[in-house]
């Protein structure tokens, strides 16, 4: 017996399915965990998503479809998580090519639906950006969420929407997604979180880190990424709801306007147009910036010093928790650092980590 499920935004929403499926599935059989290779630029220098052309040591399962296996390795100076993933998951990890736009994901679903002939399909989004129409002023990345959406909605399959931890991406506010989620399918706990609980050791996943927080039960405000978004998290942060497909199509302007692409130059095009951007020329710029930046290491009485100042203001703000991404970023250290931030940090005081996240008071 095979599921599928499709991690609609990569990244987190990987790790995400992971614990989906334990939750929902158990152990009666492994899932295929459809995902972008598109992470942050602190793991992946290089802007916007990779393809199978970025790796050496895949495994083909279709024509169209590559495994990521444990012994797969991302191409320098490209970077990536999911040989990771393979190494400490017991699932297999298939990887979505946007190379060719909406048409080609629909391709490789639609073989990897005849090959595999799963005893369900599941689209899931951590946070709900994937239900934005693609005006709001604080959707940050919505053309990873379109593309997956696009391409499920002309797959001759049946395939159910899940929405995990509605409004932790800080990209909709959770009253907004209220109204259109249907019925609720399942509310994490921390037996849930066990499965993924090494991997949220040393994954950057921001939004998936605050749901398996908060099915580990804690509670407050966490402020996240380099604009200090405060995200409440309440008793709604480790629920996944049902959406309808359709619904979803409905609502996403961008979704709509790509299904006929076949190459990923045409959604930016389309993105730029109904949102006013795409993320991947965010990640050009910003992958520029960091280029000229020189490297700076870390000095351990400077950067308590520093976080004492930063936890201050956060207080004030009414903060309770964040994120190591965002430490990072508001004590100006390079995305590289994050890694030896968080083990100096968790070293000087244990006692404020709430993992995965940091807790400010």
Known sequence: MTRLIVAAGGGGD????????????????????????????????????RGPNNF???????????AVPAEARPI??????????????????????????????????????SHLSPESIDLLDVGGDILARGDEPTLKSPLADAVTLAACC??????????????????????????????????????????ISSVLEWHPSEATGM???????????????????????????PTAYEVDLDEALSRNQLARAITT??????????????????????ERNKAAWLKDQPPVKLDSDAVLSQLDQFEAGARHRGVTHTTFRRITEALSLNGSLREDLRQLLIGARPERYAAPLWKVN
């Open 14 to 49: 990987a790790v995400a399915a992971a614990m989906l499926h334990a939750a929902l599935y158990g152990d009666e059989d492994q899932a295929v965990i459809l995902t972008y290779a598109w992470d942050r630029l602190l793991i992946d220098p290089v802007p916007g998503p």
């Open 56 to 66: 050496t040591g895949l495994q083909r399962l279709t024509p169209a479809v590559w």
């Open 76 to 113: 320098a100076p490209a970077g990536s998580t999911l040989p990771r993933l393979a190494t400490e998951l017991p699932h297999t990890f298939a990887l979505i090519d946007p190379r060719h736009g909406v048409e080609g994901i629909t391709r490789q679903l639609e073989e990897l639906v």
């Open 154 to 195: 002309q797959v001759n399959a049946p395939i159910r929407l899940l929405v995990a931890g509605p409004g932790l991406d800080g990209e909709l506010p959770p009253d907004e997604l209220r109204g259109i989620l249907g019925p609720l399918v399942h509310t994490f706990t921390t037996k849930d979180v066990e499965p």
């Open 211 to 237: 749901l398996a927080a908060t099915a580990r039960g804690v509670r407050g405000t966490c402020e996240m990424r380099d604009a200090g978004l405060p995200v409440p998290l309440t008793d709604e942060g």
């Open 261 to 282: 692409t076949a190459t990923l130059d045409e959604v930016e095009a389309h993105s730029r147009e109904i949102c006013g951007y795409s993320e991947i020329d965010y």
